[in-house]
């Protein structure tokens, strides 16, 4: 099994302004995904996070809004630019391996409100 | 392009009784679709993935059936309890998954 954690767990951000969130897991995970939840609505899947290349992001996001690194096996960030109301979201992390019997994890979520 | 659609109702059910959610898909079968419950405030916890060429699949209360003729697959909770209530997600794929809206379950003693 794999623990994910999140951080910040929620947070209340102004107009124009960007957070970074980080997403941990406690072991080496193949793949990395950052997902989206906005109010209300069901998760949406925003890029996939790729060791030491560049992220491949879904159609109707870009890297310039929002940028993703991932360092290692185990850790991953993505970043929210230049915040507008439209970005209040749940913002989630999921993990696997390239196993498809292996389960997909989710971690807790960042609550973003952007005021 | 392709849709995944779940019930938006909530369904409201007794319990002991089986709940039954359904997911209806459209275009080519996915190779996987699996289904999650999601508490409030909370990330998706996985549930049960059913291959395509799978009919049927179950762990302890739960079932999943997969009909790639009527693009459906079904999801029961037998003998539902209060702690089963929760929102139930349908998702096609594997890794990149594409999810339904969800279904809100809600178990009443």
């Known amino acids: 099994s794999a623990v994910i954690s999140q951080k910040p767990s929620r947070d209340i951000c102004q107009r124009g302004t960007s957070l970074t969130i980080q997403c941990q897991v406690d072991?080496?995970?193949?793949?990395m995904f950052w997902y989206r939840q906005q109010p209300g609505q069901s998760l949406t899947l925003i890029a996939t996070?790729?060791?030491?290349?560049?992220?491949?992001?879904e159609s109707g996001f870009v890297i310039d809004k929002f940028p993703i690194s991932r360092p290692n096996l185990t850790f991953s960030t993505l970043t929210v630019s230049n915040m507008s109301p439209e970005d209040s979201s749940i913002y989630l992390c999921?993990?696997?391996?390239?196993?498809?019997?292996?389960?997909?994890?989710f971690g807790p979520g960042t609550r973003l409100t952007v005021l | 392009s392709q849709k995944i659609e779940q019930n938006s109702e909530a369904l409201n059910i007794q319990e002991g009784k089986t709940a039954t959610l359904t997911c209806n898909y459209t275009?080519?079968?996915?190779?996987?679709l699996q289904w999650y419950r999601q508490d409030p405030g909370r990330g998706p916890v996985f549930l049960l993935l059913?291959?395509?060429?799978?009919k049927e699949k179950r762990k302890e209360r739960l079932k999943v059936t997969f009909d790639t003729t009527l693009k459906q697959s079904l999801f029961h909770i037998t003998a539902s309890q209060p702690a089963d209530s929760a929102t139930y997600l349908c998702?096609?794929?594997?890794?990149?998954?594409?999810f339904g809206a969800g279904t809100q379950v809600v178990v009443t003693p």
């Open positions: 999921s993990v696997g391996t390239s196993d498809t019997t292996d389960t997909q994890y």
């Open positions: 072991s080496q995970v193949t793949m």
């Open positions: 996070a790729n060791q030491g290349s560049e992220a491949t992001y």
């Open positions: 275009n080519y079968s996915p190779a996987y």
């Open positions: 059913i291959r395509e060429n799978e």
């Open positions: 998702a096609r794929g594997w890794g990149k998954l594409q």
